[in-house]
């Protein structure tokens, strides 16, 4: 839900990203790398991975 989050706060302030399934699927994208990244440690306040570190993940991908 954060990385979800993080990438809607980065749209614009109308929210219509929510009608463009590009805008939606990136984001759903972000947010399962947020997720997936975040599962390989133990805690999860503590160890929720910065944003480069998603985007370097996804960037492998």
């Not at 939606?24 to 999860?44: K, S």
């Amino acid at each position: 839900m954060a990385g979800f989050l993080r990438v809607h706060a980065e749209e614009e302030v109308n929210h219509t990203w929510v009608l463009d399934d590009d805008s939606a699927r990136e984001a759903g994208r972000f947010a399962a790398a947020t997720a997936a990244l975040n599962c390989t440690t133990t805690g999860a306040r503590d160890t929720l991975p910065s944003e480069s570190d998603v985007r370097a993940f996804l960037n492998d991908q």
